[in-house]
């Protein structure tokens, strides 16, 4: 193998790359015409765009609102799945009697894909805030019960064993020992699962809803308006991307004896 | 660790899961809690699912639209691979093209693949193009990182071996790296396959007129809880199958290495 690209390399041929990627963007677009702007937009009316949905709105609502709306929706689903699917995938890798009796109804909702749930949450509950909520709680949940069950099976034998020696209470052990433990496995989960929380909430706005970024490109593609697509994807990008780092600062947080 | 269950117990306990599940909801859906038009009981599912494989809904049986899904989802699955797995060996052997790929994969990766949606009905219509680049876009990245990081962890030695042997960049490419980094591109398109149908789903959901997705959304218009829960049984099934014939071949690939 070649040596690896050192960083400062790495960093200027990215850097010349996206210079590069922009400049082709112009010349296509803006000076020769060669793409239509019926299907990619100029850098200008990107721009316009985004000025647009920044200050006067757009589809009934301001960047902002959009974001926080979805950004919201997320963390309600998120939260909610990870607080019942946490404990219940601890429960499940501590008793065995547990997993067996859990495992079937795992085995059947498992291989449905979250996004085929949009449907019928539609039909159980309209097309608002609840029903995305549902769905996004059953993007996260089977990633969590699965992470927290794997994780308990990973803390090591001897620390188990020397926390029964030692005579530590239920609650204690679970604080101390199972949860600790399980912590690495469960945040890789974590991070997964919001992939998915926010692949599936921007499939459930696309499918039907008042405000958020999904909603947004289901509008642009309604209105052929091809800048406002990319705005509205460069945003979906850009919020997933701020919703990963900021799991990044709370794994940090929680796990403040891996801090190197 | 809870101790291992007897196998008495554990066939019991499953059973009693699987009773639980089935039960609950018949119980549930047969009590007039909720409408039958909301949860119809499990057996009112099975005849409905029947029904679908011999009468056709919304212009096709269950069969058909599963058909027309399974072919868009081999064009999809198969153009990422074709174009994923070289890619990534080529990143992982030429340091420049690591150097361009690398940052623009990076800030397209953030992109959720049904984000592309309006893109691809407005660039190749909503038939078979439209859904075809929504697949892409889900089983893409999978296929590139795995072959990458394959060819980059390939033995040093077999590398400088085949230099020192006067190797031209391509038959080591094709020679040592692609088979050495088999097992990561393997695992890598297992991962990719199951991303991709579920980017076909959310493409079907939002735009196409045939298929399994779009049968579960016209039965949700229809509001009939039967038809979409039909129509997400035969996702599961056939995503669990696309899963257990990948898996079949990556057990098959790791024993023939353990062999020879």
Redesign the interface.
């Known amino acids: ?5 050192t960083g400062g ?2 960093l200027a ?3 010349a ?2 210079a590069a ?1 922009a400049a082709l963007w112009y010349l296509a677009t803006t000076a020769t015409h060669w793409i239509p702007g ?2 990619f937009p100029t850098p200008a009316e990107v721009g316009q765009a985004a000025r647009q949905i920044t200050f006067q709105g757009y589809a009934d609502g301001k960047l902002w609102q959009h974001f926080l709306h979805s950004s919201w929706l997320v963390l309600l689903g998120f939260a909610a799945a990870v607080s019942i699917g946490g404990p219940l995938g601890m429960l499940m ?5 547990a997993e ?6 795992f085995l ?1 909702v498992r ?10 949450a ?3 509950l309209g097309l608002g805030d609840a029903a995305k909520v549902l769905v996004i709680w059953f993007a996260a949940f089977v990633p969590a019960v699965i992470n927290s069950y794997a994780g308990v ?1 990973s803390i090591e ?1 001897h620390l ?1 064993e020397a926390a029964r020696t030692l005579g530590v209470k239920r609650w204690m052990f679970a604080r101390e020992v199972l949860v600790p433990g399980a912590l690495p496995l469960v945040f890789t989960g974590l991070r997964l699962s919001l ?1 998915a929380c ?2 599936t909430l ?2 459930g706005e ?2 039907g809803a008042i405000v958020g970024l ?1 909603h947004v ?2 509008q ?2 309604l209105d ?1 308006f ?1 800048a406002m ?1 990319l705005v ?3 945003s ?3 919020a ?2 701020l919703m990963t780092a900021a799991l990044g600062w709370l794994e940090a947080r929680a796990m403040p004896w891996r801090a190197s | 660790m809870g101790a291992a269950l007897s196998r008495r117990e554990f066939i019991a306990l499953t059973a009693a899961g699987f009773a639980g599940f089935f039960g609950l909801w018949a119980l549930v859906a047969a009590s007039g809690l909720v409408q039958e038009l909301f949860l119809p009981t499990p057996a009112a599912v099975a005849r409905k699912f029947v029904e679908l494989t011999q009468q056709p809904f919304v212009g096709y049986t269950l069969q058909q639209h599963l058909a027309s899904s399974f072919g868009r989802f081999g064009m999809g699955f198969a153009l990422a691979v074709a174009i994923g797995v070289p890619l990534g060996l080529a990143m992982g052997w030429f340091r420049w093209l690591d150097g361009v790929v690398s940052p623009l994969f990076d800030a397209l990766r953030f992109v959720a693949p049904i984000a592309w949606v309006p893109f691809a009905a407005l660039w190749f219509g909503t038939g078979i193009g439209g859904p075809v680049l929504v697949i892409f876009a889900g089983a893409f990245p999978p296929c590139v990182i795995n072959a990458y990081r394959g060819a980059k962890y390939v033995d040093r030695r077999l590398v400088e071996a085949a230099q020192t042997l006067g190797a031209s960049n391509w038959l080591i490419l094709s020679e040592v790296l692609l088979p050495a980094s088999v097992p990561s591109i393997v695992a890598g398109v297992r991962v990719s396959a199951g991303l991709g149908w579920q980017s076909l789903i959310g493409a079907e959901l939002i735009v196409a007129s045939s298929g399994i997705g779009y049968l579960i959304v016209k039965g949700q218009s229809n509001i009939s809880t039967a038809i979409v829960m039909s129509g997400m049984i035969a996702i599961g099934i056939v995503g669990f199958a696309i899963d257990a014939a990948l898996r079949r071949l990556e057990a098959r690939i790791h024993r023939r290495r353990g062999r020879g």
């Not at chain 1, 193998?1 to 690209?5: A, V």
């Not at chain 1, 067996?100 to 109804?105: H, I, K, Q």
């Open positions: 193998m070649r040596d690896g690209p390399f790495r041929v990215g850097a790359t996206l990627l019926a299907y890798g501590w008793s065995r009697r067996a009796l859990v495992n079937p109804t059947l291989p449905i894909p979250p996004l085929a749930w949009i449907p019928l539609i039909v159980w099976r034998p188990i992939q926010w692949t921007v499939a696309l499918i999904g490109l289901y642009a593609g052929l091809p697509i509205g994807m460069v979906v990008a850009v997933g991307g």
